[in-house]
């Protein structure tokens, strides 16, 4: 089994800054493509951002494009979001996910996601 382990969530002002960090365990890492989400209270769980596992090309949403950067360092098996110029908006539990295929020889799709951690910003 993997294991997610995600932390930096925080009370921050607008305009401020966070970090988050997801570590994985249990399983190979440099093949999954990774991605953070967020959820507000009685809102939809949204895509934030995602980075591609062959060449960490990486994709935002609207919402965030210019403000926060997705990033991986597979030697830590950890994956980052960065984000800058946050806003009320951004106020939700953001978790991160890995999906894909183990190794080149797996025949299962693996789906993970972490438990999620708190991102609140005030006005």
């Known amino acids: 089994q993997l294991h997610l382990a995600e932390s930096g969530g925080g009370l921050v002002q607008a305009g401020g800054s966070l970090t988050l960090s997801c570590v994985a365990s249990g399983r190979a890492f440099s093949n999954y493509a990774a991605a953070w989400y967020r959820q507000a209270p009685g809102k939809e769980r949204e895509g934030v951002a995602c980075?591609?596992?062959?060449?960490?090309?990486?994709y935002y949403s609207d919402s965030v494009k210019g403000r926060s950067t997705i990033s991986r360092d597979n030697a830590k098996k950890t994956v980052y979001l960065q984000m800058n110029s946050l806003k009320p908006e951004d106020t939700a539990v953001y978790y991160c996910?890995?999906?894909?295929?183990?190794?080149?020889?797996?025949?299962?799709?693996?789906?993970?996601w972490g438990q999620g951690t708190q991102v609140t910003v005030s006005s």
């Open positions: 996910n890995l999906r894909g295929y183990e190794t080149p020889q797996s025949r299962t799709f693996d789906d993970w």
């Open positions: 980075i591609s596992a062959i060449d960490s090309s990486t």
